[in-house]
């Protein structure tokens, strides 16, 4: 494992942060932002040479993401992504929408016009993500456009628990981008600004669901995991600006 393993560009060590608590941050958001890959080991040598840490924080982190589920302890002393079959991928969607929706929902009354342009400021910038093509970037941009929704209500109770299902699905976001261009032909961000706009709770919570259910590929979950097995998250093409013209057209 070497130093360029994993892209942290988009993290900064807090001031006064301690090394077990950056170093939690810092592997959360590399399984969060698709990093670690469908199979991958991880070595506590390994993460503390990358992060210039002693063994220590390393495996106090390993330990807090493998209680939060998105790490495995292996009888042999490995830590793994932990498997995924099609029951245990239905059953984090169904979850992820069902917590969404209602965290859309909940702060539909809070949207200030500031919030709304916020929204279209992080949906920009993930289009751009989309030219690169830059799937960090586009990863982190969808969650920072979503977690822009939901933080709009001054007690977002569900982000925890969103945040926590995210983590869990983090190995296969790579691989549900790379399926993008079959399944996700409407943009559903365009979808839930217009919501938002017209104060329509009914359509933003319809938006939030085929968004969700487009985004993973959702009638492909099979085909989704046998990619995941096969470990093919390194050189997958991701879509492009060719995609983001077409998609365009669907506003």
């Not at 939690?24 to 992060?51: C, D, E, H, K, N």
């Not at 169904?94 to 992080?122: F, G, K, Q, S, W």
């Not at 709009?152 to 691989?175: C, D, F, K, N, S």
């Not at 993973?216 to 046998?226: C, K, N, P, R, S």
Request: glycine letters at 4%; a negative charge.
């Amino acid at each position: 494992m070497s130093k360029n393993d994993f892209n942290f560009d988009w993290l900064d060590r807090v001031d006064n942060e301690t090394a077990q608590e950056w170093v939690y941050r810092a592997l959360r958001f590399a399984v969060m932002s698709g990093q670690v890959q469908p199979g991958r080991a991880l070595t506590i040598r390994g993460i503390a040479q990358m992060l210039d840490v002693s063994a220590m924080p390393v495996r106090e982190a390993l330990r807090r993401l493998t209680s939060e589920g998105a790490l495995e302890l292996k009888s042999n002393r490995r830590i793994m992504v932990p498997d995924l079959t099609p029951a245990k991928l239905a059953e984090l969607l169904e979850l992820r929408i069902m917590l969404e929706v209602h965290a859309a929902e909940r702060a539909l009354p809070y949207v200030t016009d500031e919030r709304l342009e916020l929204l279209r400021e992080l949906n920009e910038e993930q289009n751009q993500a989309f030219e690169g093509p830059d799937a960090q970037g586009i990863i982190l941009g969808n969650q920072a456009f979503h977690r822009a929704l939901y933080l709009a209500h001054p007690h977002p109770v569900t982000m925890p628990m969103i945040e926590r299902v995210w983590l869990q699905l983090g190995p296969l976001h790579r691989l549900a981008l790379a399926n993008l261009e079959k399944h996700y032909v409407t943009d559903r961000h365009v979808e839930i600004m217009k919501a938002i706009e017209t104060r329509n709770p009914f359509g933003l919570k319809a938006a939030i669901e085929a968004d969700i259910r487009d985004g993973a590929g959702y009638m492909t979950q099979t085909e989704l995991l046998e990619r995941y097995t096969r470990d093919e998250a390194e050189n997958l093409v991701m879509p492009g600006k060719a995609y983001m013209r077409q998609l365009a057209k669907t506003v």
